[in-house]
Structures are given as structure tokens and as C-alpha cells.
């Protein structure tokens, strides 16, 4: 006489009760309930999966954002350097043999500003200029900065507002006064607390009256408008550096539609005024502000690219981790998906239960990332002295939702797989499987 023992099944970690009239296959919403159920049994291992698509959204988002707030900065700090600003610079010259750096040439002269003035109808304004470097005393005081020959529009040109005194007018340039208007490092390196106009400050051993003080407006690369002083062209020239050449013309046009007419225009009068052949190159350089803004507006494109295709890595290597999760579980969960065969689940009743597990996965995942991204960039976009980083932060919501709607893409992605391959399984065989 032989005796059958019949093994005890295993419960399954989650059953869908069936009602009358679904013996044929699983809602939707079923489907969900199931889905969730089965995840919340490991609260753990879910959050751990999760981690890859929280930390690839989040990154997604504090990547462009810091992207996108430093091409908003760039874009500003260009904007300080004046609006609708053309520079001439002189060309290079030869020494030696060897050619030299552009603006070697000594080819711009004071009258060639007034040429461009008179004879270019798309020009507003024009300031001569010339730079150099030179120490500056007051008291027991002295530090070395850039002193800066301009006209009276100089200051107009480069969007360069006064915190109090005034600015040198045409008077000035024809006595060639010796009056300076300072940028506010320099005040605060040299007088500190004291009041600077009217002060007399000693300009490589020459004393000038402080008149003005410029606006704090911030470094903006090499040009650091806050560390300088700005004295009359002629007495640049003249009385301090001992030249009888231009560094440089700023033009302003009349609009920023004009401004490609103006470089052709000034291109053509300089060319006549400096007495240059058809063939002849040009002995000077226009250098237009459109076509910076245009270059640091690619820079930044490319460079949040960048910083957003490193960040989307993660992404990937989260949706990687979801899929190996998900293929551990079919593997854990086999008998439970013969018992849902055997009773009357389809197909595409387990695809459903396992895909829905996944996407569930990389949405949670998803909104959690968002929010760690968003509070992160907010974080990072905080001045220094108030607890953050003070990164130049820009928030937009398509990189938002973008990085959300990829982390639902990947979900699904990699969760096809695992859930086609419980969708295959084979009952009996499933009921077999210890």
C-alpha cells in the first residue's frame, strides 16, 4: 500500500482574489493593487532600487540647472560690459621677425574716433581708450590695478553707473585734468571707511583728484570693472603713459540691429582714413558684442549637454538595477506565477503585474529625485553667508519634466524584459520549481 503525501503549497506572497466574471484575466487595476503589494513586501530592496533612478533625476536637474544659471550669468556679465558695444582694437605688428599679439600695432589714433563719429551714420557714440598698468597710493595705502584712459562716454558705453561724485566731462579731456573716477575695490583698499571724493590719491607718482566712484558690478573675467580708475584720455596719454596712440575705440551703435551695419561702416572709414589698398588686410580688428554673446550662448548650450549626458548615466545604470531587481524576483516569485496560471491569469496578466512593479519603481523614484533636485538646486542657488553655495542656479520645468518622463521610459524599458519572461513561464513547470 502506497501512501501519497501531498507537499504543502506555499501561499503566494500576493493573490489577486478572484471574483465572478474575471476567471478570464486581471484589470488594470488589479493588476496595480497586485503590483504594489508585491513591492511593499520588501520595502527595503524597493527603496534600494530606487536609489538609481533618485539619484540619476536629481542629478539630471542640478546639472542643467547649474548649466543653464551659468549662461545666465555669462549672458549678464556681458550685458555689464555695455549693450550694442563694437570694440577696434589695433592689429599686430612684426618684431624681430616675430609677429606680435593683436593690439601691438600702434595703427589707432585719436582722430580716427572722430572719423567713426562723423562718418558712420549707425554709430551713437564713440569712446577712445587706452589701459595700462600703474600703482596707486593714498596715505600708507598703495596697491597696483589697471588705470584707464577714456572719454567722457566711456562710462555710458559700458553701462558703468556712478555710486556717488561724478564723472569727468569734455573740460576735463582738454586740460587734461588730473581727475580719476575709481572702482569700488579701489576704494575699499585704499580708503576703507573714509569718504574718497575729494580726496587726492598719487597715480605712479602723480596726484589726482578722486571725483566719482563706479557701482560695484562684479568681476567679469580679465575685465573687473570694481578694480580699476578711469582718468581723461588725453591725460592717459600724455601725462601718464606718455603715448600718442588708442588701445582701443568702444562704439556704441544706435541698436542692436545696426551694429553689423556699423562694423561695415566703420571697416570702410578706418580703411580710407588709414590709407589702405583693396588687397591690403586690415590694420585693425572689430570685435562684436552679438558675436560674443552668440559664442558664450554655444559654450553654455554644449556644456549643460554635457553636464545633463553624465547625469542621464545614472539614469541608465538605474534602470540596469531595476531590470536585475525584477528578473531576482520572477526567480523568487515562479510558483506564484504557476498558481496564478493555474487558476486562470493570462499572459498578459503577469506582464501587466511585473511591468506595472517596474514602473511603479522609476516613478516613485522619479518624483523623489525630482524633489531631491529641485531642493538641491535651490540649496546650491543660495547666497554664502545665508547657508549655501552660491552657485549660479537657473529652475525651469523641462528639465524637469524631461528627466521624469525619462525615468518612466526606463522603467518600462527594462521592465519589459523581466515581465515577458514571467509571462512565459510555464505552469506546470513553475509548480515544480522549489
Request: glycine share 10%; hydrophobic share 45%.
Amino acid at each position: 500500500m502506497s501512501v501519497i503525501e501531498k507537499a504543502p503549497v506555499q501561499a503566494p506572497v500576493s493573490l489577486a482574489p478572484l471574483k465572478e466574471g474575471r476567471l478570464r484575466g486581471m484589470g488594470i487595476w488589479e493588476a496595480c493593487r497586485v503590483a504594489f503589494q508585491g513591492l511593499m513586501a520588501n520595502k527595503l530592496r524597493s527603496f534600494l532600487t530606487m536609489l538609481g533612478i533618485i539619484i540619476g533625476v536629481s542629478a539630471v536637474i542640478v546639472m542643467v540647472s547649474l548649466g543653464q544659471g551659468a549662461a545666465k550669468a555669462t549672458q549678464e556679465a556681458i550685458q555689464r560690459l555695455g549693450t550694442n558695444v563694437l570694440t577696434v582694437m589695433p592689429g599686430s605688428q612684426q618684431m624681430g621677425g616675430v609677429r606680435q599679439g593683436l593690439g601691438s600695432a600702434q595703427t589707432l589714433k585719436p582722430e580716427d574716433m572722430e572719423t567713426i563719429l562723423k562718418k558712420c551714420p549707425s554709430v551713437r557714440s564713440v569712446s577712445a581708450e587706452y589701459r595700462g598698468r600703474g600703482q596707486v597710493k593714498f596715505q600708507n595705502q598703495n596697491t597696483q590695478t589697471t588705470i584707464y584712459g577714456a572719454s567722457p562716454t566711456y562710462f555710458e558705453i559700458r553701462n558703468m553707473p556712478l555710486s556717488e561724485g561724478k564723472a569727468f566731462d569734455e573740460d576735463d579731456v582738454k586740460r587734461r585734468a588730473k581727475v580719476a573716477v575709481i572702482g569700488d575695490t579701489i576704494r575699499e583698499t585704499l580708503f576703507g571707511s573714509i569718504q574718497p571724493t575729494g580726496k587726492y590719491i598719487k597715480v605712479n607718482g602723480q596726484s589726482f583728484k578722486v571725483i566719482g566712484v563706479v557701482k560695484k558690478r562684479g568681476g567679469m573675467g580679465p575685465f573687473n570693472p570694481d578694480d580699476q580708475i578711469v582718468i581723461p584720455i588725453s591725460t592717459a596719454m600724455l601725462r601718464v603713459f606718455g603715448v600718442d596712440y588708442l588701445g582701443s575705440i568702444s562704439v556704441q551703435a544706435v541698436s542692436a540691429e545696426k551694429m553689423a551695419d556699423a562694423q561695415s561702416e566703420i571697416e570702410e572709414v578706418l580703411a580710407k582714413a588709414h590709407k589702405l589698398r583693396p588687397d591690403e588686410p586690415l590694420d585693425f580688428r572689430i570685435f562684436n558684442q552679438a558675436d560674443l554673446t552668440e559664442s558664450a550662448a554655444q559654450q553654455s548650450t554644449f556644456l549643460t549637454m554635457l553636464l545633463a549626458g553624465i547625469a542621464l548615466v545614472s539614469l541608465i545604470v538605474g534602470g540596469i538595477g531595476i531590470m536585475n531587481i525584477m528578473l531576482v524576483s520572477v526567480t523568487e516569485r515562479t510558483r506564484e506565477v504557476g498558481i496564478r496560471k493555474a487558476i486562470g491569469a493570462k499572459r498578459r496578466d503577469i506582464l501587466y503585474q511585473f511591468l506595472i512593479e517596474s514602473l511603479t519603481l522609476s516613478l516613485v523614484g522619479g518624483l523623489i529625485g525630482v524633489g531631491l533636485g529641485v531642493g538641491v538646486s535651490l540649496w546650491m542657488g543660495r547666497p554664502q553667508d545665508a547657508g549655501g553655495v552660491g552657485f549660479p542656479m537657473l529652475i525651469s520645468m523641462p528639465p524637469i519634466v524631461v528627466s521624469f518622463c525619462f525615468s518612466a521610459f526606463v522603467g518600462i524599458f527594462f521592465g519589459l524584459y523581466p515581465a515577458f519572461r514571467a509571462s512565459r513561464l510555464d505552469p506546470i513547470e513553475s509548480l515544480r520549481y522549489e
